[in-house]
Every structure is written in structure tokens, then in C-alpha cells.
């Protein structure tokens, strides 16, 4: 744990946050201030400041915060969904900002999931 780090924080409990998932090597939570009508983070709970940070033996990890994006999507109701006349629609983004080029306000790895029916403020420039 970094103790200055607010995700780390949130991770051990110490901040309320509105959780939405969580297992042995992940959380999931809303953000605070939401992007889009649905806006969740889900993060590792260790700490990892950026995906530049990251190297192949974090790849299982990775995955696993990747293939969490859909279930969530599912649950919250903004899963990407095809109709009986084959028409789309629902959806989200997903999102991953790295430094400050980036756009990486904090330093704790994060996946924005973002959706819900438009328009959305949108996040970043
Ligand atoms: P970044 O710009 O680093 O990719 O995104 C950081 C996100 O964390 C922002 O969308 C911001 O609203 C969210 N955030 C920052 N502090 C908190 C907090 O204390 N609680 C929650 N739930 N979200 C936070
Ligand atoms: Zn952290």
C-alpha cells in the first residue's frame, strides 16, 4: 500500500466508496464524479501508479480488470446490445490514462468504464 495514494485508500477501506465488485485481486468502484450517466473504475489492489508500470508478467492482471469491463457493463445496464432487426445500440468506453500527457490525475492504475444514454460530459481533452 502507498500511503499517500487515495485509491490505495479506498482499496483498504478507508475512504467510503460506492463498491460495485470486488475479489482477491481486484475493486471496482463509482467515480465521484461521473463522466456519464454509468462511470465506474475498477482497479488492481495492489499498488500500481501507471500502465507504464506494467510489464508482461502483469499481463493475467490486466486481463482480468479487461474482462471484469463487460460483466460490469452487464450488471449497470450499458452493455453494448444487438437487436431482433440487428440494430445496435447501449455501449460504453473503457478507458486507461497513462501520466501526464496522458491525462492520469491519479497515480493507481485504473480502467474507466463509462456509458449510458448520451450525451456524457466525456472525460479528457
Ligand atoms: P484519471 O484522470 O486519473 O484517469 O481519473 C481519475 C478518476 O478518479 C477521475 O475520474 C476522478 O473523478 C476519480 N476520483 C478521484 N478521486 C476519487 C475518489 O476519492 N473517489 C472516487 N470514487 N473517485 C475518485
Ligand atoms: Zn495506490
Avoid at 471496482?28 to 463522466?35: E, H, L, S, V
Avoid at 465506474?40 to 480488470?65: F, N, R, V, W
Avoid at 445496464?77 to 445496435?88: E, N, W, Y
Amino acid at each position: 500500500m502507498d500511503h499517500n495514494c487515495i485509491f490505495c485508500k479506498i482499496a483498504a477501506k478507508q475512504i467510503p466508496s460506492s463498491f460495485v465488485y470486488e475479489d482477491d485481486d481486484l475493486l471496482a468502484f463509482k467515480d465521484i464524479n461521473p463522466a456519464a450517466p454509468v462511470h465506474m473504475l475498477i482497479i488492481p489492489k495492489q499498488h500500481i501508479a501507471t500502465l507504464s508500470d506494467c510489464t508482461d508478467s502483469h499481463a493475467p492482471l490486466l486481463g482480468k480488470m479487461l474482462a471484469l469491463a463487460p460483466k460490469l457493463a452487464e450488471e449497470h445496464g450499458i452493455a453494448a446490445k444487438v437487436g431482433p432487426d440487428g440494430q445496435r445500440s447501449g455501449g460504453y468506453k473503457t478507458l486507461i490514462n497513462c501520466g501526464p500527457n496522458g491525462g492520469q490525475e491519479v497515480y493507481h492504475l485504473h480502467v474507466h468504464v463509462y456509458g449510458g444514454p448520451r450525451p456524457w460530459r466525456g472525460l479528457g481533452t
